[in-house]
């Protein structure tokens, strides 16, 4: 795991704050999926950093220019989308995942996980596109 602290900078010096609940959810989906091995963490789990410029999680009102750049809006924080196709995920979806209020898509395709999907992820009433493993 890499952190990037240039990832919360918006270029106006305001760091971007988290909720709770979210934040939660990502770190229970980061151990049960055996975060330590993905493909790509960067940026997990460090405490500087908020969710929003985690590698994979695309938050409302968050754009990535050019890869490289986080730029945040400090109104929209809520997770839309958790992308971590073929990333050599292993284990299962914690229940957790249903603290992602916003979301709308979910892609974990290609990766070694086992278990069933989480019922709090099948009453997501926004989820537009679920990629399942």
Same mark, same amino acid.
């Given at each position: ?9 918006? &270029?106006?010096?305001? !760091? =971007?704050?988290?909720?709770? #609940?979210?934040?939660?959810?990502? =770190? *229970? ?5 055996? &975060?330590?091995?993905? @493909? ?6 460090? #405490?500087?950093?908020?969710?929003? &410029? ?5 938050? *409302?009102?968050?754009?990535? #220019? ?21 990333? !050599? ?11 992602? =209020? ?6 974990? #395709? ?11 992820? &099948? ?5 537009? @596109?679920?990629?399942?493993?």
């Amino acid at each position: 795991m890499t952190c990037d602290d240039s990832a919360n900078d918006n &270029g106006s010096g305001f !760091n =971007v704050t988290y909720d709770d #609940d979210q934040h939660d959810a990502l =770190v *229970a989906f980061y151990k049960a999926t055996n &975060g330590t091995y993905w @493909r790509e963490n960067k940026n997990w789990l460090c #405490d500087s950093i908020s969710y929003c &410029g985690w590698e994979g999680v695309e938050c *409302a009102g968050v754009l990535c #220019d050019g890869g490289s750049q986080w730029h945040c809006d400090k109104q929209r924080n809520d997770i839309v989308e958790l992308i971590k196709d073929y990333s !050599n995920l292993m284990g299962t979806i914690p229940q957790e995942i249903g603290s992602l =209020v916003g979301l709308k898509r979910l892609d974990l #395709d290609g990766n070694e996980l086992k278990g069933t999907i989480p019922s709090e992820i &099948g009453s997501k009433v926004g989820l537009h @596109r679920y990629y399942p493993f």
